[in-house]
């Protein structure tokens, strides 16, 4: 989706900058630039000093819990699925429903409901997104009043970003298996797959159409069974960047952590021990510069697929810690594959509910999104608790072009929404516009850590969010007792400001700035 042409011809460094392949020994020389405030660096882990990897500690040990169905097809969550083993000698299982406080922090207190007084003129027509739902796609509001009950959502006529012959059902909690099985008989649906969110209370089945009923028609059928509490499609969202090989010849652009401020704000903060959750594509978690890094992983796509360059590039944004050097590079990574088939670059509604879901009950304190797609009612909710429980949501503002609808979920008002620019401080050309967009961040020709040990160029919103990201983690291991809407308004107003009006359509409220951020708190020691 993304571009990897900068708008304007760059200016290359001071300093050399040698690209290492595979083929032989790659050398990544420091990009230095000499400043009044003290010594700026590159993406280059040189110009830091010693960076090293941080000792980690166990995550906690949540409980196991279910997930999928049996071998009848009738949705039972008999089945227990306990995880990935990472690191020395720990497993992070499935939760059960067990509240977990992020580790080593305090309790957080309560988060308000952002649908009333939203932040920094985020737009009011997101205040009711199922409404939003219609509205944005073109779809007669009165028309569907009539013909549909609240929750079940009828995509749009125009609307194809879902997978044609699924549909996600919500079941009550309170259903026996016999009554949902009989009303999936009497509608000729297939169940795939099940499972019960303690994020939302909810229990959601992935069911199939067993023929050429569109999915309009099936969920007009659903809501006449007034025990299922909600009917919608199983959306698809698309990663939010492209990657592309680095030129044997040229600048790549080595830039990001210089408008960042990031060797000046490592001297602050490095986001020791902060949980961030990376929804994504297979992340390569034995890449030397995300090497003991990642705390636990989970497949919530079930596929087969290995790493894939945007999970592990979007990984290394965050907390590359080598040679390259991330925004956050002591932090603790949850990998969750949500995104499987490499050719579509597709992760569905129940794919990322289920890793959304993980992440908070492995107490991830940011969980960075660098994907987008439609409105989606049931991804809302899960978005919303997951706020209220005190956790950071940044997401690609999208790379569908300036005319484009918002896009989700980085349009949700619970969601921080980041775009791109290029090193000479230019939008990207194929980002989104919208009064959703909160910030910019450097997206276009970052260097980043590939499969297979590999180095790769990402262009996009997508390494943006990570961008921004990190320095949400940075700002939590200064403050950990900060809220989502309190790190939101410090990222915001430490940007900086490209038009005379405190934020707009294009840039939000501007650059993002890691060295002003975390200057802007106590560290945790300080803090009453």
Not at 56 to 67: E, K, Q
Not at 222 to 241: D, H, I, K, V, Y
Request: charged share 15%.
């Amino acid at each position: 989706m993304g571009s990897a042409a900068t708008s304007a011809k760059r200016k290359r460094p001071n300093g050399p900058l040698w690209i290492w392949t595979r083929g032989g020994i790659l050398v990544l020389a420091a990009l230095c630039v000499a400043s009044g405030t003290g010594f700026a660096a590159g993406l280059l882990g040189g110009s830091h000093g010693s960076v090293g990897v941080p000792t980690l500690s166990p995550l906690p040990s949540p409980g196991v819990g279910s997930t999928g169905i049996d071998s009848t097809g009738t949705g039972s969550t008999a089945g227990s699925d306990t995880g990935t083993l990472l690191g020395p000698s720990f497993s992070v299982p499935l939760s059960s429903g067990t509240s977990l406080v992020p580790l080593n922090q305090p309790a957080l207190p309560s988060v308000s409901d952002l649908t009333t007084g939203l932040p920094l003129g985020i737009a009011p027509d997101l205040q009711n997104l199922p409404q939003n739902v219609l509205r944005d796609t073109g779809q007669v509001v009165g028309e569907v009043g009539r013909t549909i009950r609240k929750g079940f959502v009828l995509p749009p006529v125009s609307e194809r970003r879902f997978v044609p012959n699924e549909a996600v059902l919500d079941v009550p909690s309170g259903m026996s298996l016999q009554t949902f099985e009989a009303i999936v008989r009497r509608h000729r649906l297939t169940p795939l797959a099940s499972q019960s969110f303690s994020l939302t209370g909810h229990t959601l089945y992935r069911v199939r159409i067993e023929d050429a009923r569109g999915i309009a028609d099936i969920i007009r059928e659903l809501a006449g069974e007034q025990r299922l509490s909600a009917a919608q499609p199983n959306f698809t969202f698309t990663l939010q960047g492209q990657v592309s090989p680095v030129p044997s010849e040229g600048d790549p652009a080595q830039y990001a952590a210089v408008k960042l401020h990031l060797a000046e704000a490592h001297r602050l903060a490095r986001g020791d021990n902060v949980l961030v959750a990376v929804i994504d594509s297979g992340i390569d978690v034995s890449h030397p510069e995300l090497a003991g890094i990642v705390a636990a992983s989970f497949d919530a796509s079930s596929s087969d697929t290995g790493p894939h360059p945007h999970g592990t590039a979007m990984a290394g944004a965050i907390a590359a810690h080598g040679r390259l050097i991330g925004v956050a590079p002591h932090v603790r990574l949850l990998a969750i594959r949500a995104f499987g088939a490499a050719s579509s670059r597709e992760g569905t509604t129940f794919d990322i509910i289920r890793g959304l879901d993980w992440a908070v009950e492995h107490g991830a304190r940011v969980v960075n999104m660098s994907f987008a797609g439609p409105a989606d009612v049931a991804l809302q909710e899960a978005l919303a608790k997951a706020r209220k429980k005190g956790v950071v949501l940044v997401a690609a503002a999208g790379n569908a072009g300036p005319r484009s609808p918002p896009a989700y979920p980085a349009a949700d008002p619970n969601v921080i929404a980041v775009t791109a620019t290029d090193v000479n401080d230019n939008l990207f050309a194929q980002a989104n516009r919208g009064n959703y967009v909160a910030l910019a961040a450097p997206g276009v020709d970052i260097l980043g850590p590939a499969p297979n040990g590999g180095v790769q160029l990402s262009t996009g919103t997508s390494v943006a969010a990570a961008h921004v990201s990190g320095i949400a983690a940075l700002i939590l291991e200064r403050k950990p007792s900060l809220r989502p809407d309190e790190v939101r308004k410090i990222l915001t107003g430490t940007a900086k400001h490209f038009v005379k009006k405190p934020r707009d359509s294009e840039y939000g409220a501007g650059l993002a700035d890691a060295l002003e951020a975390v200057s802007a708190l106590q560290p945790k020691s300080a803090a009453k």
